[in-house]
Nanobody, 122 residues
Framework: QVQLVESGGGSVQAGESLRLSCAAS????????MGWLRQSPGQEREGVAM???????WYADTVKGRFAISQDNAKNTLYLQMNSLKPEDTAMYHC????????????????WGQGTQVTVSS
């Protein structure tokens, strides 16, 4: 069984930075995609950034140039460096992953973390 556990969230002022981590534990899995989504109360869940087995990372337009996704395969950990945070970045951030290319591209991930809250005040 695989678990994804996020950490690194918190409350910051606009313009500050945070780095989120997502540690994968359990069975060794050959991920096809791994990334971050977020959801605010009353809002639909939206993709933030994703790493795919093939191709360049994907970023939502709202975070391009401010956020950077990376991974440390030796530590089985995914990161999201968030710079120049804005109040509209406030949300619960979830790590998600899948082993199937079709589920990845359809955003139907089988593996999810519990989430870590990010709150940005102006």
């Amino acid at each position: 069984q695989v678990q994804l556990v996020e950490s690194g969230g918190g409350s910051v002022q606009a313009g500050e930075s945070l780095r989120l981590s997502c540690a994968a534990s359990g069975d060794t899995v050959n991920w096809y995609c791994m990334g971050w989504l977020r959801q605010s109360p009353g809002q639909e869940r939206e993709g933030v950034a994703m790493i795919y087995k093939h191709g360049a990372p994907w970023y939502a337009d709202t975070v391009k140039g401010r956020f950077a996704i990376s991974q440390d395969n030796a530590k089985n950990t995914l990161y999201l460096q968030m710079n120049s945070l804005k109040p509209e970045d406030t949300a619960m951030y979830h790590c998600a992953a899948d082993t199937s290319w079709s589920r990845c591209y359809e955003a139907r991930y089988n593996f999810w973390g519990q989430g870590t809250q990010v709150t940005v005040s102006s």
